[in-house]
């Protein structure tokens, strides 16, 4: 008989309302925390924010990042972030190791972790940042260079034709303040290949260009300068056409083919 009574109270206890909403607690995280999206692609979350008004908030992480895990652990949950990031933007994070996360990393020049976008409607960058913020460093950040592309007016001049020299330097350097690497040896790739190579060769800033953004012995611009070898020794030295010599040895010794 006492055994059955304490069975009774047994299951009693668990059948108490404070007992079920603690549970409830539990199986349910904050609305103050950051909403990230889950098993979406780039494209659908696009979609989705368009469909919402708001745009894409992107965290690109790795696994082995330990400043995006202190992201993860310090600061999207803090209320006000949280606040902030699910009323402006639909979320997701974007392991850049991943079939999905290399496709956004080709396309958009990840280069370093975490790096945060902010997409709109059309996937457009508004916002890029690069590194470990803290809560009111990244608020600050976002509310003051959403929709402030600081490279977008000299992306405007360069498709409007501007290859005035001083100007390509200014937007080789926008884009190196901003972590745009790939970007940065595109656009000098560019410039410098619509002019003949002894030109590029010959002259001191151009070659400046060509030594700063364009020395990746994989990129095929980088192969075409050095089948000049004997002219950059002539103007510049055996020294630095050594040096080139052994950016080309060390590929050729991978068995890489440049791209």
């Known amino acids: ?26 199986e349910n995280p904050s609305d103050s925390t950051t909403h990230f999206v889950q098993g979406l692609t780039v494209s659908e979350a696009i979609t989705r924010a368009k469909a919402e008004g708001r745009m894409l908030f992107i965290d690109v992480y790795t696994q082995w990042c330990g400043p995006c895990k202190k992201m993860v652990r310090e600061v999207f949950p803090q209320p006000e972030v949280g606040s902030y990031l699910n009323e402006h933007f639909v979320c997701i994070q974007l392991d850049d190791e991943t079939p999905e996360g290399k496709s956004f990393s080709g396309k958009y020049d990840v280069g370093a972790y975490p790096t945060f976008y902010v997409l709109d409607s059309v996937g457009e960058v508004q916002y890029r940042e690069v590194g470990y913020k803290t ?84 990129r095929p611009y980088f192969q075409q300068i050095c089948t000049h070898m004997d002219l950059i020794e002539a103007r510049w030295g055996s020294p630095l056409a050594n040096k ?3 950016r080309l040895a060390s590929l050729r010794g991978a068995g890489s083919t440049g791209r």
């Open 135 to 218: 809560a009111s460093q990244l608020l600050v950040s976002l509310s003051q260079k959403v929709g402030q592309n600081p490279w977008l007016p000299y992306e405007q001049q360069w498709q409007a034709g501007n290859r005035d020299y001083a100007f390509v330097r200014s937007y080789l350097t926008a884009l190196e303040r901003e972590m745009l690497l790939r970007h940065c040896a595109d656009l000098a790739d560019e410039y410098l290949s619509a002019k003949p190579d002894s030109e590029v060769i010959s002259d001191s800033l151009n070659f400046l260009l060509f030594k700063s953004y364009c020395c990746n012995p994989r």
């Open 1 to 26: 008989m006492q055994r059955i009574f304490f069975i009774l109270v047994l299951l009693l206890i668990m059948v108490m309302p404070g007992t079920v909403h603690c549970a409830s607690l539990t």
């Open 244 to 246: 080139l010599r052994e």
